[in-house]
């Protein structure tokens, strides 16, 4: 039977790699490397991780291309499913085509594969229809929210409290109610600045892991412009920006 391996790399530091994920990368006589449009440095991290991780004596480095998802976006969920559709019908193909029955192939996941990432759901949906016969296992990955709180020396959670973990996209107008913690992530549109600042700190961090790290902590109000300007310095500097951050609601009792 073919094995797929799924394993988290960490959100940008080669040095995230656990040594379980190592180890499974070591069985690997293929890794599948998505080249997308515009996000080479992504690329770059996993060939680096390959080079600096890989002690087998044979492997393969296949590069795919990604479909790109359609736009404008007919209805959000329809596009998705397309896109997830196309990506799979790629990956499904990979697997028929580069390997052999018995044969073993990773793929390299950003963070951690249970949050905010496709591939386990993709990979899921093909193993159960079943064309290609295959098993997969799954690694875990250092995610960037703990990369973030890890840099901000914080813990996500005030006492007992929930975290509430969100995208830019559906942070609305106001803090998500019920919350004290909220992570946001997958935010393009800088969703902190829509929000009322007052009695919020903010825990902001980018391109974490990297050369083109940059993190600042401070009330909302006051750091909303610095991290807008941090972001583009980011951008600039890498060719590509992710950020995440923690919104903490300033409590009483100070905690
Ligand atoms: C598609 S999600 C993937 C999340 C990933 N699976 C994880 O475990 O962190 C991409 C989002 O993760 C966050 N992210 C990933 N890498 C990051 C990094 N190095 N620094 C800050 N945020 C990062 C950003 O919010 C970005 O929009």
Redesign the pocket.
């Known amino acids: 039977m073919r094995t797929l391996l799924v394993i988290g790399i960490g959100?940008?530091d080669p040095d995230q790699m656990t040594i379980q994920a190592i180890k499974a990368l070591n069985r690997a006589e293929v890794v599948f490397i998505p080249a997308k449009q515009g996000k080479d440095g992504l690329a770059a991290l996993r060939r680096e991780i390959c080079r600096r991780f890989m002690t087998r004596e044979s492997w393969r480095e296949v590069n795919y291309p990604v479909p790109k998802r359609a736009e404008p976006d007919p209805s959000y969920r329809q596009s998705v499913d397309d896109w997830h559709a196309a990506i799979g019908a790629t990956w499904e193909k990979l697997l028929e085509d580069e390997l052999d029955e018995n044969g073993c192939a990773a793929l390299l996941?950003?963070?951690?594969?249970s949050?905010?990432?496709s591939t386990l759901r993709i990979v899921g949906h093909l193993a159960r229809r079943g064309r290609i016969a295959f098993d997969y296992e799954v690694f875990p990955?250092i995610?960037?929210?703990q990369?973030?709180a890890a840099k901000h020396r914080i813990a996500l959670n005030t006492i007992g409290g929930p975290v509430h973990v969100t995208t830019g996209r559906r942070l609305t107008e106001k803090f998500p109610a019920d919350a004290d913690s909220v992570v946001v992530?997958?935010?393009g549109v800088q969703a902190f600045r829509g929000l009322p600042p007052e009695n919020v700190d903010i825990y902001w961090?980018?391109?974490?892991?990297?050369d083109s790290e940059s993190a600042i902590a401070g009330p909302l109000g006051e750091k909303a412009d610095a991290i807008s300007q941090a972001r583009a310095t980011a951008r600039d500097k890498a060719g590509w920006v992710?950020?995440?951050y923690l919104l903490r609601k300033r409590l009483p009792d100070g905690d």
């Open positions: 959100a940008g996941v950003w963070g951690d594969p949050l905010y990432d990955g995610t960037s929210i990369a973030l992530m997958l935010d961090g980018a391109n974490l892991g990297t992710m950020d995440t």
